[in-house]
T-cell receptor
C-alpha cells in the first residue's frame, strides 16, 4: 500500500518568514495530493490540493509543488502569520483512499 | 451547507461498555470515511463506504469494531466491548464520488475509555 513520509515533524518560524513542509510517497500510481490544516482540538480542514497533471498550484500565501518523478510534494507558506500555527498533514491517493503523513506542527513566533 | 455532523462530541465511558459513534455526511456525498486519530499513530483510515456499501474495512483494528451505513445520510461506528486503548478522536469524513474530490471532515468524537 501507499506510504507517506512527512518532514519536519516540528517547525518554528518567525512571523513574516516562509515555511516549507515536505512529503514523499511510495506508490507511483498516486495522483491526488491534498494538504490539511488542523488547529488544536479542531477537525482537519483542506487548505489546498494538487492533481498529478499539475506541477504547481498557488492560492494566495499558500503554494504546493509536485515532482512525480521523485515522488515528492511540498507545501510552501509565505509571509507567515500567528494564525498559521497548526498541524499540517499531507496526503496521497491513487484511488478513493487517502494515506496521511504524520503531520508537522508549525509554530509562527510573533 | 451544514457540513459533516458527528455525535456525540465527547464520550467518556468505562471499559467493557458499548460505544456508538454517529455521522451524518454532507448531502449528496456518496463516499463516507471513518478515521481514528491518536498521537502515536496519527490519522488512520478505519473503513470507508461508497453508496452505503463498505468498500474497504482493512483498517478496522479488530472484531470489536463494526461500522454500518443503513442509508445515505447516516453511519455508525460501534465498539463493543470498549477498551482503554480505544481512546482517541474519531473523525468521519465525506466526499463526492466523481474523480478525486476533497474529503470534508466532521468535528470528531473525543472518546475516553476509563
Amino acid at each position: 500500500g501507499e506510504n507517506v513520509e512527512q518532514h519536519p515533524s516540528t517547525l518554528s518560524v518567525q512571523e513574516g518568514d516562509s515555511a516549507v513542509i515536505k512529503c514523499t510517497y511510495s506508490d507511483s500510481a498516486s495522483n491526488y495530493f491534498p494538504w490539511y490544516k488542523q488547529e488544536l482540538g479542531k477537525r482537519p480542514q483542506l487548505i489546498i490540493d494538487i492533481r498529478s497533471n499539475v506541477g504547481e498550484k498557488k492560492d494566495q500565501r499558500i503554494a504546493v509543488t509536485l515532482n512525480k518523478t521523485a515522488k515528492h510534494f511540498s507545501l510552501h507558506i509565505t509571509e507567515t502569520q500567528p494564525e498559521d500555527s497548526a498541524v499540517y498533514f499531507c496526503a496521497a491517493s491513487s484511488s478513493r483512499q487517502l494515506t496521511f503523513g504524520s503531520g508537522t506542527q508549525l509554530t509562527v513566533l510573533p | 451547507d451544514a457540513g459533516v455532523i458527528q455525535s456525540p462530541r465527547h464520550e467518556v465511558t468505562e471499559m467493557g461498555q458499548e460505544v456508538t459513534l454517529r455521522c451524518k455526511p454532507i448531502s449528496g456525498h456518496d463516499y463516507l470515511f471513518w478515521y481514528r486519530q491518536t498521537m502515536m499513530r496519527g490519522l488512520e483510515l478505519l473503513i470507508y463506504f461508497n453508496n452505503n456499501v463498505p468498500i474497504d474495512d482493512s483498517g478496522m483494528p479488530e472484531d470489536r469494531f463494526s461500522a454500518k451505513m443503513p442509508n445515505a445520510s447516516f453511519s455508525t461506528l460501534k465498539i463493543q466491548p470498549s477498551e482503554p486503548r480505544d481512546s482517541a478522536v474519531y473523525f468521519c469524513a465525506s466526499s463526492l464520488g466523481v474523480g478525486h474530490q476533497p474529503q470534508h471532515f466532521g468535528d470528531g468524537t473525543r472518546l475516553s475509555i476509563l
